[in-house]
């Protein structure tokens, strides 16, 4: 999935000199001059010392991120990038070993359960995409591989599965519906790669329930619009897939984008836990997400010119949203409902239409099995069709 990473950057606070302690008084007198003592973190001969003064910097950030950073991992995805010319790398790998695969990219993740000796991890599912191999790196240096259990281009998830033996912390999932915006958030994870693994950054939950467009088929045309949570803890690449954390450590959101701007600051997104865990749930389990769909390829009328909308769809002129059916998949719930090219879609299960990701997300609202009403323009006539809501294999809406 191509989405908006936007550039956060860090600013420093104003530090404050205070002067504690201090019996200020004064007179109009000369003050007596009296000898100092040399005083400072200096030994006896002179030599600056460290202080063996202790400061407790607990805090509920730090007990929150004890909780679960061990959980936190570094998602490496290696590909395929053709034969070595010198049939091996450094002279210490054979071909069999996969002397071929390169580090395309890394991202992170975080274990959140654990069954009999099989771990499951979360992560994005741009942080996998394209993968041949997919290794996990833990906090301390471990290094396994992963085997992908399933992947979901519209929610950005994905579940990976690894041997359980590594494992020494294991994530917990909090409510994120139970979010107050103001309240902290700590972000974990690997930004720029395994360099800085485990980095923490904290801040706060900016707003809920954002509404971000995505294009996940990275052609240049948002396609999808994601609920996610807003922050200002600080998300760059590589902190994708990885966990945001409420002050008592547990998941309340899973990173995976920010707006790459250089006039925003302070603007990341992640995914909603109570969200997230039922896409988990069935990449866990079955290893996809099923939707029902219409089977119809579309395009956006606002795509297609006034002389068309009038000389080929004879829409009339205050007609100006809606989705135009493409083609129609043979056999599909949108075929048995008597839908054809250039039918121009205007209304869902009761719902206005204007646009693709509109009426996809009208779609994926439906159950399969469900029977709704679609209306729709044919040679400038409104009409309206009922379908049965079902799957297909097939790559259409």
């Given at each position: ?108 993740g975080a274990v959140y359960k654990v069954e009999d000796d099989t ?127 409420n002050i008592a450590g547990q998941v309340i959101g899973i990173n ?123 040679d400038g006539e409104l009409q309206s069709t009922t379908m049965t ?9």
């Amino acid at each position: 999935m191509k989405n908006k990473l936007w550039k956060i950057l860090l600013t420093t606070g104003v530090a404050a000199t205070v002067l504690a302690g201090c019996d200020v008084s004064t007179n109009d007198t000369e003050p007596e001059t009296e000898e100092v003592e040399e005083q400072g973190s200096v030994d006896g001969e002179g030599n600056v010392t460290i202080s063996d003064i202790r400061v407790d910097v607990s805090s509920g950030i730090t007990d929150a991120v004890d909780e679960v950073d061990d959980a936190v991992v570094s998602i490496l995805n290696l590909q395929q990038m053709g034969q070595n010319p010198w049939g091996w790398y450094g002279g210490t790998q054979s071909p069999e070993e996969g002397e071929d695969l390169l580090q395309a990219g890394t991202g992170s993740g975080a274990v959140y359960k654990v069954e009999d000796d099989t771990a499951y991890i979360f992560t994005n599912n741009h942080v996998i995409e394209g993968s041949d191999v997919i290794d996990v790196l833990f906090k301390d240096g471990t290094r396994v591989e992963a085997e992908l259990l399933g992947s979901d281009v519209w929610t950005d998830l994905a579940v990976l599965s690894i041997d359980a033996e590594a494992v020494t912390a294991v994530a917990e999932f909090g409510d994120s519906d139970n979010l107050t915006v103001g309240e902290p958030a700590i972000a974990i994870g690997s930004p720029l790669g395994t360099n800085f693994a485990s980095s923490v950054t904290s801040g706060i939950i900016s707003a809920i329930e954002r509404t971000v467009p995505v294009d996940t088929n990275m052609d240049g045309e948002l396609d999808w619009e994601m609920t996610a949570i807003q922050t200002d803890a600080a998300i760059n690449p590589g902190n994708s897939g990885g966990p945001l954390i409420n002050i008592a450590g547990q998941v309340i959101g899973i990173n995976s984008m920010k707006i790459s701007s250089s006039v925003v600051e302070g603007m990341g997104f992640a995914i909603p836990s109570n969200d997230a865990i039922d896409i988990i749930n069935q990449l866990e389990q079955n290893g996809e997400v099923v939707r029902p769909v219409l089977g119809v390829g579309m395009v956006d009328l606002s795509m297609v010119s006034y002389q068309q909308q009038q000389a080929i769809l004879n829409l009339p002129e205050d007609v100006n949203e809606g989705v135009v059916i493409a083609e129609v998949a043979p056999g599909s719930s949108a075929d048995e409902a008597g839908l054809e090219s250039n039918d121009v879609i205007v209304s869902f299960n009761g719902v206005d239409v204007a646009n693709g990701v509109e009426l996809r997300q009208e779609i994926y609202d439906t159950e399969i099995g469900d029977e709704v009403e679609i209306e729709y323009y044919r040679d400038g006539e409104l009409q309206s069709t009922t379908m049965t809501m079902r799957t297909t294999e097939d790559p259409f809406v």
